[in-house]
């Protein structure tokens, strides 16, 4: 593809997707698609010889899109958001164009300090502790998810504890990790593969809005110890997946700190809102954290995939991470001057992420991030008090941010058939979880263009369809 041709098919693809953008609401919201359906459209061997790039975006129309389920939809509110926008597309393209490979400060010096940058300016965006800036002995580094940004705070926190042993030798089964009920299941995952066993992972109870009870995360750390045990790693909640409950932090990391643990904070959906002074108390008690993690891809309008993590002290990460083989060996890595962001996480090559980052908060500045955070944040509280009047529903817990947790009184089958009959008729789509065992339906309010209109019609379909299954 010569760069003419590309200059050409590059417009019709932005085209494309701008179509995309205005059309998407008549799309269903969950895909119809059957398994299986879009391989048996596919052709059973790929071309011999190249085809005509229009014929490829016919197959786009009339194969792909059936298959897609509509996470830039406005009346998308299932799961969490996986919000994009104008600015991060754009800067994703650039990234792709650009096509540099960053792990190495030498192998794209740009790519390197411009991440380094954009990370230090969120610190002080969302008022997250000082000591998370590169300036000092800390820093932060985009990684693909917040299951990486776990999996890399756990195994600092195994080697921190082993004294920088275990990566030589291997674990021997005495260290444990702790989170509350709630957690989600990237914990598990990261304790599988860091090698500690999910046997030694501790799942602590909830009070009753959901947050870690820290009395029984200290008895169950003395009991550990008694057994002759390593307690190494603590993972507090800022947000939890099922109903965005938080851990109290300041607790949690005063006992991490008299007992030595590592004390990981996942704020992967609920961080975006400490962008907002007013929702900064879900920062409350970070400063005694040794690494913290948020998804700008999740709720800061940037797309997947894009994740923030932080670390107080990088030379325990570096030093977990770190392998210099000699093809890799150059200058400015042994000057000590550079950062090279290879020994901050587990693959070794690296796209340039930081650039639809720095696109997104240059577009919008850090008023308009804060504009879209509250209109969510203040949607799913207006959803709140209409359900809290509604007969026939009741809120599982009121909501803290922009998730907004209830369920029909009639009981779990009808909640999921309720879901069912939504999630089928495309409207909207909307998701399922269980607190105190009892099916909970999730209202999840972040799409980037969701607007009071969206949430309301949603609301109207939500008790209508309710309505006919209450007379069945
Ligand atoms: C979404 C979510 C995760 C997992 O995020 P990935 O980036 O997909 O790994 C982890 N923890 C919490 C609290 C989440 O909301």
Known sequence: MTPEEFRRRGHAVIDWIADYQKRIESFPVLSRSKPGELRAALPEEPPETGEDFDAVMRDLDELILPGITHWQSPNFFAYFPANASGPS????????????????????PACTELETHVLDWLVGMLGLPDKFKS???????IQDTASSATLCALLAARER???FRSDEKGCDGTLVAYASTQAHSSIEKAVRIAGLGSRN??????????????????????????AELVPCFVCANVGTTSSLAVDPVPEIGRICREEGIWLHVDAAMAGTAALCPEYRF??????LADSYCFNPHKWMFTNFDCDCFYVADRSSLIRTLSILPEYLRNRPTESGAVIDYRDWHIPLGRRFRALKLWMVIRHYGVEGLRHHVRAHVGLAQELADRIEKAEHFELAVRP??????FRHKGGDDLNM?????????GRIYITHTKLDGRIT??????????????????????????????KD
């Open 89 to 108: 597309i754009l800067g994703e393209l650039i990234s792709a164009g650009l096509g540099v490979q960053g792990m190495l400060w030498a192998t794209s």
């Open 441 to 470: 339906l999730r209202f999840s309010i972040g799409q980037t263009n969701t607007q009071r209109r969206h949430v309301e019609d949603a609301w109207r379909l939500i008790e209508e369809t309710a309505g006919r299954l209450e």
């Open 161 to 163: 504890a082993t004294g």
């Open 282 to 287: 879900i920062n409350e008690g970070v400063e």
């Open 135 to 141: 300036s000092g002995d800390g820093g932060g580094v």
């Open 201 to 226: 992972l501790r799942l602590i109870e909830v009070d009753k809005k959901y947050s870690m009870r820290p009395d029984l995360l200290v008895s169950r750390i003395v009991a550990d110890r008694a």
């Open 417 to 425: 058939r309720l879901m069912e009959e939504l999630n089928t008729d």
């Open 400 to 405: 803290l941010l922009n998730l907004v947790c």
